[in-house]
């Protein structure tokens, strides 16, 4: 169908439910304005509330890697679940740490892409709640091990299930439902969360590990429990997705959502505005492509692209190395000399926190682009001086004994330490899930996301899993491993990632479908409110062509 036939009155079957609605564009137009595209915290105090629930399904993820990096170093859990040396000691293999550590990930992984269908089926915050009830079951199987380590293994696996699917559903639940002013902002809560999380894990596993029995693990684990009823109560005060409640063809329910998160009512022109916006783009979604996976393929417009990018970006967060120092913390500054390497690992969760603030405060205000571009910069040099101090400067005589080091280099390891991690956590911890929460259509942005996150959690794995063996190997040379894949994230973004800021979700498909180039998206002016909701767009071009096929 061709944009002539749509501006001379054509009807067709593709494009009647969107022309039904130019009567009114023009009453509601400044009524949509107003609902979504400006304003800050303060007139968006409620939704930006709600979102804040959702977030919180982060603390979650945050807290299990504060913890874990805790617990594989503590009395108790090494004597139940470890193995004794000839003196008599007790310490966990390579073997048993990088599967105590990694398991998780792979749990993540399988959940992110399968259990994440919940929410395309039953909604949003079914969907959170059915993986808070999943999560449960883990810490149940783990907080009752006596003395099997590979049950520790099992339950871990189980949490990652729950992990997984939170970790795709929450940024998209908030992506749907931010005004796209805020939009940046509020997804990176969801990454302040994850933050906060550790910092949390990491005092309650310090506090703890004074303890002389199991309490030191289990009152940890015991915690879980509170997280899970908080995130499942928030759920039920939460209002459903509005796209999910429009595609779903529940238009009541979908006005209810979008007038009980904006303080309005329901049959406020505001709210009607905002159904019909969301409306037309699922109009020109359903002429594009179906929800199948092919369409991550074949799907228009530029999907295959948008994937590919979802999957590098993630995978590159976990290829700067951050939980390198968070699942690892604890054992990695045991190596530069530090009798109590508990405490620096509570320092680190500190920065890593108070960062993230910064990254939520730079996101819309630099963008996405710039904010990654930077991130990888600084991070690029922070992981040479660490690399080369650790590598060349640590150790007395060049031998790699932990009893034997400079302690001047080893602070001067945990500085460079510090800053890396507020470099991280200001620009790739939080930006990373920004973009990818708004770069997908919404009939395939479950699966999109799922994959992405996916290929996040397998890097996750392969890191947590061989760090004890490379660090034991090569030591601190692993660190240019990191810095290699940093100066390759900086190409990467400038070359293929698309300036998002600003953008409403039905937006971001048109800055695709237009081929703008990554590098040039910044400036890109998108169509008017009115050729949005009126016009089947990209869709149109599809449309043409599968027919001509």
């Known amino acids: 169908m061709s944009q002539q036939e749509l501006s001379s009155g054509a009807q067709t079957p593709e494009n009647t439910s969107i022309l039904e609605k130019e009567e009114k564009i023009d009453q509601q137009d400044e009524h949509h304005i107003q609902l979504n595209s400006t304003g800050g915290l303060k007139e968006h105090w409620l939704i930006s509330t709600f979102c804040l629930l959702v977030a919180f399904g982060g603390f979650v993820f945050g807290f299990d890697t504060g913890t874990i990096s805790g617990f594989v170093n503590m009395s108790d859990f090494l004597e139940r679940f470890g193995q004794v040396h000839s003196d008599g000691t007790f310490y966990l293999s390579n073997v048993r740490v990088g599967l105590l550590v990694s398991i998780f990930n792979i749990g993540c992984a399988v959940g992110g892409i399968f259990l994440s269908k919940s929410a395309e089926l039953y909604g949003r915050r079914v969907g959170i ?9 883990g810490i149940i199987v783990q907080i009752s091990a006596q003395d099997k380590w590979y049950q520790i293994c099992v339950g871990r696996a189980i949490t990652g299930l729950a992990v997984g699917t939170v970790s795709v559903l929450s940024p998209m639940f908030i992506s749907e439902t931010a005004p796209k002013t805020l939009r940046g902002t509020l997804v ?23 303890l002389s029995d199991s309490r030191q693990w289990r009152i940890p684990l015991g915690l879980c429990f509170l997280w899970a009823i908080f995130l499942v109560a928030g759920m039920v005060f939460m209002p459903e997705s509005p796209r999910y409640l429009v595609e779903k063809q529940k238009i009541e329910e979908a006005k209810k959502s979008i007038a009980r998160s904006n303080n309005l009512s329901a049959e406020d022109p505001a709210v009607y505005s905002e159904v019909q916006l969301i409306q037309a783009g699922i109009d020109r979604e359903a002429l594009a492509g179906s929800a199948s996976w092919t369409e991550l393929i074949t799907g228009k417009p530029a999907i295959f692209r948008r994937v590919i990018m979802g999957i590098m970006l993630q995978s590159l967060q976990q290829l700067t190395g951050d939980n390198y120092f968070f699942y690892y913390g604890t054992t990695i500054f045991q190596a530069v000399g530090l009798k109590d390497s508990f405490q620096t690992s509570i320092i680190l969760g500190i920065v890593n926190f108070a960062s993230t603030f910064v990254g939520i405060y730079i996101i819309e205000r630099l963008g996405r682009r710039v904010t990654l571009l930077s991130g990888s910069a600084a991070m690029f040099v922070c992981f040479i001086i660490y690399s080369v101090i650790g590598s060349v400067h640590l150790f007395r005589d060049g031998e790699f004994d932990n009893n034997n080091t400079y302690k001047s280099s080893g602070d001067a390891m945990i500085f460079v330490t510090c800053l890396y991690i507020f470099f991280f ?3 790739w911890a939080g930006g990373v899930y920004t973009i990818i929460s708004e770069s997908y259509p919404l009939r395939i942005r479950a699966k999109s996301m799922a994959i992405a996150t996916a290929a996040n959690w397998l890097w996750g794995f392969l890191i947590s899993f061989f760090t004890p063996f490379i660090t034991s190997a090569i030591h601190f040379y692993y660190g240019f491993v990191f810095t290699g894949c940093l100066l390759f994230s900086f190409f990467y973004v400038y070359f293929f990632v698309s300036e998002t800021k600003g953008l409403s979700l039905e937006e971001v498909d ?3 479908a237009q081929k703008i180039l990554p590098w040039k998206s910044s400036s890109w002016v998108p169509p008017s409110y009115e050729q949005m909701a009126t016009s089947t767009g990209f869709a149109a071009e599809s449309k043409a062509q599968d027919e001509q096929v």
């Open 129 to 137: 709640m059915f993986a808070m009830v999943i999560y449960v079951v």
């Open 188 to 210: 990176c809560c969801f990454q302040l969360n994850i933050t906060f999380g550790i910092f949390i894990g990491y005092c309650v596993t310090y506090g703890t590990k004074q």
């Open 425 to 427: 956590a200001s620009t």
């Open 510 to 512: 048109e800055l695709y």
